[in-house]
């Protein structure tokens, strides 16, 4: 079955940066576009960065942007979200999803990591 797994969180200072994974198997990877979103205590899911297929095409969510990068290899079957600069705005559980389309709406998105926390103190 498909499973995607998210791995790189942890607890960061302000200012700080994180790398996070997403290992994805049971699926044709190349087939599908990416994305990360991520949801804080008591917030709705927040879309934070998509790419496409081959990885030509990257979109990002306004909190995203000029901090953070997504990429992928797809040798590797792996999605990747570079985070710098953070925030403590930035604390929620990120979550990796796969899609045909690259989209900032979740419910494009049919297959769901189980997540991965990120705290950032300030």
């Known amino acids: 079955q498909v499973q995607l797994v998210e791995s790189g969180g942890g607890l960061v200072q302000a200012g700080g940066s994180l790398r996070l994974s997403c290992a994805a198997s049971?699926?044709?990877?190349?087939?599908?576009?990416m994305g990360w979103f991520r949801q804080a205590p008591g917030k709705e899911r927040e879309f934070v960065a998509a790419?496409?297929?081959?990885?030509?095409?990257?979109y990002y969510g306004d909190s995203a942007k000029g901090r953070f990068t997504i990429s992928r290899d797809n040798a590797k079957n792996t999605v990747f979200l570079q985070m710098n600069s953070l925030k403590p705005e930035d604390t929620a559980v990120y979550y990796c999803?796969?899609?045909?389309?690259?989209?900032?709406?979740?419910?494009?998105?049919?297959?769901w990591g189980q997540g991965t926390q990120v705290t950032v103190s300030s």
């Open positions: 999803a796969a899609g045909p389309h690259t989209t900032d709406v979740d419910r494009t998105y049919g297959y």
């Open positions: 049971g699926l044709i990877f190349s087939n599908y576009a």
């Open positions: 790419i496409n297929l081959g990885g030509g095409f990257t």
